[in-house]
């Protein structure tokens, strides 16, 4: 493992109004600009915590799988620019990578893809599951049950041994595609497609998403390379919230399906994995070049239910180098399938308009990977309700990359922040008051009692108000357990 060089003699000094003063060491990344302060013995010493809501000024561990200058736009897997990758590399060797730490050579990788073959039939336990889902449950929905799951099958490993931990993250980044697939056919009543080994990573997606057994499905080359592009794009982005998800289950030493199926629940959110749908409902919204204008005055007027979406990044403050590689494929997918969608139109002329404009500027907001991503996957037929899905399946390759760097160098210790409470301060229980003492309660003693229907943002009056009335209404709606006659039944 490459580790942080620190310098013993390079301290920053935190200075107390009562005079105490705190060296903390400063840490640098072998490659980048950044700088951290080690905090870790800041209470110990101190008695104090940090409060940084959301980690946006927290290091939470030491990685060497992703680095991401958010400044200068600049995104690597194992030191290797994304974009690069993408346009030479399959997904499984994008794969590999993440995973190992250097890309494979020829026999390497077949090894590899073989070792993927062989792991991606699903057990005939998971996939009776798929029949338990009602005809309009959404494929995440369906993939956190099904992915959550696999623990139940493959409950035997042990995470200390090595070979257990590589055999759970192959079976992972096999199995998942091929759940996310069974997932989409089951929402739309269709026969599951097993994968064929004759196929590659990006065209047995296709075929297990569009071929039926009433027919032979020839995958297109052009949909297979846009897939593929798909996949490594979004394999990893360091410590994002999935990715940082699956870490914190995983330092509870949970099980690592477990701990993806967590990922998972937490890539759906609209703010996260399903921010590529959140685009195609604003461009949709949107709907002309023409209308385009009127949008971008009422995202900066603040106007109430418009949102931009999009654009902007935690990280990045400069174009997301992995927009830059999806803009170019969708324009490539759509020429080469000739589809003509008018959503991109409404993209170019919004981003146009956007880069623009000081407004946007001055707060760098720059498309981001979603931006795009969603015009490539609906021209290749894969409805919304699927685009999170696949960044699922794409991201389950670093979420397993990070879940076994975790385990192998030991960074276990429990995920535990603090928090800094800001309720009620101690205080004594009341004695239970008789329903005959309601009546005659002061308003006093009646917000000291401890009772439902109270809020925390509620006055002392609002609170006593409440407590009356629910103890009036509890003595007005008692009632008596009915037990029916067993004799009769």
């Given amino acids: 493992m490459a580790t942080a060089a620190s310098d013993d003699s390079e301290v920053a000094v935190l200075k107390f109004a009562d005079g105490r003063e705190h060296r903390i060491k400063i840490v640098k990344p072998t490659f980048g600009d950044d700088v951290f302060l080690d905090i870790r013995d800041l209470h110990a010493k101190t008695g104090c915590f940090t409060f940084d809501p959301g980690f946006t000024s927290t290091g939470s561990c030491m990685s060497a799988i992703t680095f991401i200058d958010g400044p200068k736009g600049i995104c690597l897997y194992r030191g290797y620019p994304v974009q690069e990758l993408v346009e030479r590399a399959q997904a499984l060797e994008a794969a590999y990578l993440l995973l190992v730490g250097e890309l494979p050579n020829p026999k390497q990788l077949e090894q590899f ?12 336990k998971i996939k009776a599951m798929f029949n338990t889902f009602t005809i309009n449950a959404h494929p995440m929905a369906i993939m956190v049950a099904v992915v959550g799951a696999l623990s139940c099958v493959f409950s035997e490993l042990d995470p200390a041994n090595e070979l257990h931990r590589n055999l759970a993250c192959i079976r992972l980044i096999a199995k998942v595609p091929v759940l996310a697939c069974m997932a989409y056919k089951s929402s739309i009543g269709q026969p599951i497609m097993y994968p064929r080994t004759d196929l590659s990573f990006a065209e047995n997606f296709l075929y297990m998403m569009f071929a039926t057994p009433m ?14 592009a798909f996949m490594i794009l979004h394999m990893d982005h360091e410590q994002n919230a999935s990715t940082s998800t699956v870490r914190i289950a995983g330092s509870s030493q949970a099980n690592p399906y477990a701990c993806i199926a967590a990922g998972v629940a937490c890539l759906w959110g609209p703010a996260h994995g399903g921010a590529n749908e959140a685009v195609i409902e604003m461009l949709e919204q949107i709907g002309t070049k023409e209308n385009v204008a009127q949008f971008v ?6 106007k109430e239910g418009v949102r931009l ?9 400069n174009y997301d180098p992995r927009a830059r590689v999806m803009k170019k494929m969708v324009a490539e997918v759509l020429a ?18 956007a880069l623009e404009d000081d407004y946007f500027i001055k707060r760098k907001l720059y498309p981001n990977v979603d931006y795009y991503s ?8 894969i409805p919304t309700s699927m685009f999170t899905v696949m960044f699922a399946m794409s991201r389950t390759v670093g979420w397993v990359s990070q879940w ?3 385990v192998s160098e030991g960074q276990m210790k429990i995920g535990r922040p603090r928090q800094l409470y800001v309720g009620t301060p101690q205080r004594e229980y009341s004695c239970v008051i008789t329903e005959p003492e309601v009546d005659n309660l002061s308003q006093a003693e009646a917000s000291n009692c401890c009772l439902f229907g109270q809020t925390s943002g509620a006055s002392g009056q609002e609170h006593a108000a409440r407590s009356a009335t629910s103890m009036k209404v509890k003595k007005a709606s008692s009632f008596k357990m009915v037990v029916p006659d067993v004799s009769t039944r």
């Fill in 309 to 317: 979406m999009g654009f902007g990044h935690r990280v990045y403050k």
């Fill in 404 to 406: 076994n760097e975790m």
């Fill in 297 to 302: 005055e009422d995202v900066k007027n603040k």
């Fill in 374 to 381: 969603g015009i490539m996957l609906r021209a290749l037929g």
């Fill in 336 to 353: 080469e399938l000739g589809v003509v969608d008018p959503l991109l139109g409404v993209a170019n002329e919004l981003e146009k308009i």
């Fill in 215 to 228: 027919e032979d499905y020839k995958v297109n080359p052009v949909a297979a390379k846009a897939v593929n």
């Fill in 113 to 124: 893809r073989g070792e993927i073959q062989k792991e991606m039939l699903i057990h005939e």
